[in-house]
């Protein structure tokens, strides 16, 4: 392409593209690999970073296998991602080499329409690209995740850790904390607010930690009793049973707001009930068809069925803020590189507490 005043073909660009090395899945359902790549030259407005942690999400496992279609590959997953600054272009005025930084979910949007504009960059009119198996907007080179040593963000997507986080335990804030976050604060949970969260997974102990922070009382509803210790732990006030008809029945119309973070179809309608007239139960784990619902508990409380995708970048630094001043961590179990894909079938079983982590020196350049 780039023809070099001794007419080396490619010699200057091959100078300045930054060769790396990830865990990728060759094509759909693939065990994760070493995979040698490039990460682009950077541009003015680039960032840097080395990779230091970054966090295993449900959605990758989901992406790998293309459970939803939409995987491009080869693919390198990784969407929470913990790093420090090693360059920066010639315009980045926000970050400077050493400074501890984040990307979550996506690194680019149109930046110009009503969404991007509002700081909800994640609903871009033009949609915006995910941080893995999307589309670079300039050059259309597929986009590679964090299961990586470095990676290349423009700095409008980067996003700076308080210095008195455990930076190891910092990732998994960039995903399961922001999606959690978002609806926490879009509907106004603060001292008081009565919060219960189904599922305590990856999400589901996030919510109760950051509603818990908010200073709301939060409820952590089962379907069975194992789960009670742990949420108690956590903070969470009370513990509920879904399939304890009577301490339901006890519990009806008692919440302003539900999350939702069961990742697979279920049926809603016990849910609805509980929520307090006006009350909303928003979705973020399962994305697909639910159960049949009956819309009788939302017609006679008007209450409401939402959804809520991650967060924008301003409310994700937000949430990294509100975290440092509180001291708000996940609960982690830090793995090697090597062991992703048996992580993953850990993760299939709900046989981690709470979400993986990947200590990125484990993976050798
Ligand atoms: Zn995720
Ligand atoms: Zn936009």
Redesign the pocket.
């Given at each position: 392409m780039l023809t070099g005043k001794d007419g080396v073909s490619g010699n200057e660009n091959n100078e300045r593209t930054m060769k790396t090395i990830g865990y990728a899945a060759q094509s759909a359902g693939d065990k994760l690999e070493p995979y040698h790549f490039e990460r682009r030259e950077l541009r003015p407005n680039d960032v840097a970073i080395e990779i230091l942690y970054c966090g295993v999400?449900h959605?990758d496992l989901h992406q790998v296998r293309n459970d939803w279609g939409i995987g491009l590959f080869p693919m390198v997953p990784g969407?929470?991602i913990v790093g420090k600054v090693i360059a920066v272009g010639d315009e980045v005025t926000l970050y400077k080499e050493g400074d501890k930084v984040a990307v979550g979910?996506m690194v680019d949007s149109c930046q110009e329409c009503d969404q991007c504009h509002g700081g909800e960059e994640q609903y871009c009119r033009e949609g915006m690209t995910p941080t893995y198996a999307g589309n670079d907007r300039i050059t259309e080179e597929l986009t590679q995740g964090g299961y990586s040593k470095h990676v290349v963000v423009r700095e409008e997507f980067v996003l700076s850790i308080p210095d008195n986080l455990d930076l190891s335990r910092v990732a998994p804030l960039l995903?399961a904390g922001i999606t959690t976050y978002s609806p926490l604060r879009t509907w106004h949970v603060g001292p008081g607010s009565r919060v219960a969260v189904i599922g305590l997974g990856g999400l589901g102990h996030m919510a109760v930690k950051l509603a818990v922070g908010m200073g709301a009382e939060v409820t952590v509803i089962g379907r069975t009793d194992s789960k009670r210790e742990d949420a108690m732990e956590l903070g969470a006030d009370a513990y509920l049973i879904s399939s304890d008809e009577t301490a339901m029945q006890v519990a009806e119309a008692g919440f302003d707001l539900i999350i939702d973070t069961v990742p697979v179809k279920h049926d809603l309608t016990p849910y609805l009930s509980l929520l307090d007239i006006d009350g909303s139960l928003v979705i973020v784990g399962q994305i697909g068809p639910l159960d049949e619902t009956n819309t009788m508990p939302m017609i006679f409380g008007r209450r409401r069925v939402a959804g809520s995708l991650i967060g924008g970048i301003a409310e994700t630094q937000e949430l990294l803020n509100f975290c440092g001043r509180k001291n708000i961590l996940p609960e982690c179990e830090i793995i090697k590189m090597d062991e992703i894909n048996e992580a993953f079938d850990r993760m299939e079983r709900s046989d981690v507490r709470y979400r993986f982590v990947i200590d990125m020196s484990s993976l050798e350049g």
């Open positions: 999400c959605s969407h929470e979910c995903c």
